[in-house]
């Protein structure tokens, strides 16, 4: 077994080499002068069950480059199986033709994934769980809720807490967490002139003296989140705290949400720290290292990963 990383978040490939107790295998990833990916594994891999650990967030590009390369080379080099572990897989919000000539890129890129030599895909809560049957190749969608959960129970009093999805496609998403704490569910309802911006329009629940706890898989903008804070605010809520698992907080995100009426943003570490986020005030990050591990080892030795979520 060998764990192989890319540029994108060296830090948790780290993170999971530490809980697995095996080392990264030496290779280098760099460019060329014309930005051209280069991967040389300076390490035997022939009949080796290999674990590539890319996310492909900013540059997205670029490290979905790196991972198809990687797996190219660890193809080359006959590594025995090759699964591709995405804590963030990029482009799944392109997962369907909202317009005329428009592409379906979620699939165009499981494609490439598939072509260039994976045989498995592990990753971590898909914007849209239909996701799953673009590949070809199995495919283990992790869910964070249960180390969100665990979060919750430990800083929150559950008697006066409350549950909000920003809105209504992330409902089950938010009711799963609900569930689990056993609190009731609110429902933001929104509309969106264009891409990127978004407009509250109501409060679905009865939100007054709570604290409300937003649960949404990514924040980008950060748009939704201020709005919806700001809403329920006005509709009498006691503060406003958000889970989201994948802080993809692009440019000036990490600066309205740190001077914006959220008490904290919590995400997890599946996109790579930025000295933005850093600085933010009310932003704070959750260790997924032992979930993915977890679910590493056990397809490793050929057990069950959905019994991580019984």
């Known amino acids: 077994m060998k764990l192989v990383t890319g540029n994108s978040n ?52 670029d490290n979905l480059m790196e991972l198809l390369i990687l797996s190219d080379a660890l193809r080359r080099s006959s590594a025995r199986r090759i699964t591709a572990v995405v804590p963030y897989f990029g482009y799944a919000r392109q997962d369907r033709r909202a317009a005329g000539r428009t592409p379906i890129s979620a699939k165009l890129v499981a494609n490439l994934i598939a072509e260039a030599g994976v045989n498995r895909v592990i990753t971590l809560d898909l914007h849209a769980a239909q996701i799953q049957g ?5 495919t283990d969608n992790l869910y964070a809720a249960p180390i969100i959960t665990r979060d919750i129970l ?13 809105d209504v496609g992330g409902v089950a998403r938010a009711r799963a967490v609900a569930q689990r704490i056993g609190t009731d569910l609110a429902i933001v309802d929104k509309r969106r002139p264009k891409a990127g911006v978004s407009e509250v329009m109501n409060i679905i629940g009865d939100v007054r003296g709570q604290a409300c706890i937003l649960i949404d898989d990514i924040v980008d903008s950060g748009g939704t989140l201020v709005n919806a804070a700001e809403a329920l605010l006005k509709a009498g809520a006691k503060e406003v705290s958000a889970y989201i698992t994948h802080g993809v907080l ?32 009310n932003i704070r990050r959750l260790a997924i290292a032992p979930l993915i591990g977890e679910a590493i080892a056990r397809t490793a030795s050929e057990q069950s990963v959905s019994s991580l979520f019984d």
């Open 250 to 281: 692009s440019e000036g995100a990490s600066e309205r949400i740190g001077t914006s009426m959220l008490k904290e943003l919590v995400v997890t570490d599946s996109i790579e720290e930025t000295e933005a986020q850093r600085q933010a005030g």
């Open 134 to 138: 673009f590949f070809d190749i199995p």
């Open 10 to 61: 060296r830090a948790l490939a780290q993170a999971i080499a530490s809980y697995i107790e095996l080392p990264l295998t030496d290779c280098t990833v760099k460019r060329f002068a014309d930005k051209e990916v280069y991967v040389e594994v300076h390490e035997n891999v022939r009949g080796e069950d290999v674990f590539i650990l890319q996310s492909t967030s900013f540059p997205a590009n």
């Open 154 to 166: 430990d800083n929150y009093k559950l008697e006066n807490t409350m549950i909000v999805s920003p």
